[in-house]
């Protein structure tokens, strides 16, 4: 009866608002087919949430997967104070995304840290501070996501490390491997399923950014930080236009069905590790 009650009753009564006219000041809406779905692409404020949301996408998971991965393989290793540092790679993504966004608002700012840090390195930065500027107010977002996720994704990457028959390696050592080739022959293939849930989990996660953008920027400046999510959410809680807001979060909704499937067919799912 929950289940019912909080997702399968809101997911499909959304999806009938997608196609009314339906805002909270006119309680009885009209049907309209897929008008909303036709505005949606051909309105500008739409297609730059969607082309932003693309490149934090774009820009974010490689960089992510590979520096968890990196990370992972040295902290499997006996090092000094492993266990220090992952704790200490993992403690940003436990910690309150509306805390992290508030301190790199300040560190971002014109009279921030790091814009005193570039001073001194004689490195330019915005007038006004690197969240005030279209030309980096994107990437600077970016750059945070990324050192504020990895801790999560090494720490899944270290579990499937360790669960690799060790007896492997040992193989391959006496028969003259290369760490490379083990690398590649024995971590990777073992790492492929590993891989595909941190891509996915990520994915869904990047295409959701809100909290983010709501906190730093509000899709400033010049919508140059909009996003998919933040529309919804302007759309539907501020403009009170629920049908358009359910509809743009529906065309989410595919996006990102769309990319699973895809990164499932790219890193073959089902597929043993000996294929």
Known sequence: MTLILFWLFPLIYSLYLSFTDYTVLNPYPNFIGVQNYLNLFSDPDFLTALKNTSLFVAGTIPFTTIIALF??????QKIPLKDFFRAGFFLPSITSMVVIALIFT???????YLTFLCHLLGI???EKGFLFSTSTALP??????????????????????QAIPQELYEAAEISGASF??????????YLRPMTLLIVLLNTIRSFQIFIEIFVMTKGGPLNSTLTVVYSVYENGLVRFQMGYASAMAYVLFFIIMIFSLLQMKVFGLGKGVEE
Do not use: C, E
Not at 71 to 76: E, K, S
Not at 106 to 112: E, H
Not at 144 to 151: K, Q, T
């Open 106 to 112: 300040n560190l971002y700012s014109k009279d921030g």
């Open 180 to 189: 490379w080739q083990k690398f590649r022959y024995i971590t990777l293939p």
């Open 124 to 126: 330019p930065t915005p």
């Open 71 to 76: 990370l992972a393989l040295i902290v499997n």
């Open 140 to 161: 600077s977002i970016m750059l945070m996501d990324v050192w504020v996720s990895f801790g999560y994704y090494l720490i899944l990457y270290l579990a499937a490390l």
